[in-house]
């Protein structure tokens, strides 16, 4: 599928509507310029949640393909860096120019507020996740 990131995996288990399942990262992961959004790029081995309403047609130990929307991980570098870099760059700019403080008063403020950005997103991170759809299909050999 054109735009979608795909991962072979196994199921692990599954919760009422919910299917969680190991994915691998695979040579082609390397050569993969989305790899970093998708999460696989820093780890060989992940379980991901997917909400499935047919999730109980599934069983332990079931082959699957599982994909993601490509703006999806795009939607997650903007939300994971480029907020973050806005947040600190208007603490910076408000504690320097409006609120005339000493620079390293103003840093240590920017960096703060980052801290709190990334605390409002651990937050939200159910609420965040409810908009990642993934697309689980059985393997078939």
Do not use: N
């Not at 691998?24 to 310029?33: F, K, L, P, V």
């Not at 309403?53 to 699957?64: F, H, L, N, R, T």
């Not at 840093?107 to 709190?116: K, Q, T």
């Amino acid at each position: 599928m054109q735009g979608v990131v795909e991962h072979s995996g196994t199921v692990v288990r599954v919760e009422g509507d919910r299917l969680f399942v190991r994915i691998e990262a695979t040579g082609a992961c390397g050569a993969c310029r989305a790899r970093e959004a998708c999460g696989m790029g820093e780890a060989r081995e992940r379980v991901v949640e997917a909400l499935l309403p047919e999730a109980a047609s599934y069983a332990a130990g079931d082959e699957v393909t599982v994909g993601v929307r490509r703006s999806v991980g795009l939607r997650a570098v903007v939300v994971a860096y480029v907020g973050a870099l806005a947040v600190l760059l208007a603490a910076l700019v408000l504690g320097v120019s409006v609120l005339h403080w000493e620079e390293r008063a103003a840093a240590l403020a920017s960096l703060g507020a980052v801290a709190l950005y990334y605390g409002a997103l651990r937050l939200l991170h159910r609420r965040i996740g409810r908009s990642v759809r993934f697309v689980v299909t059985r393997k078939t050999e």
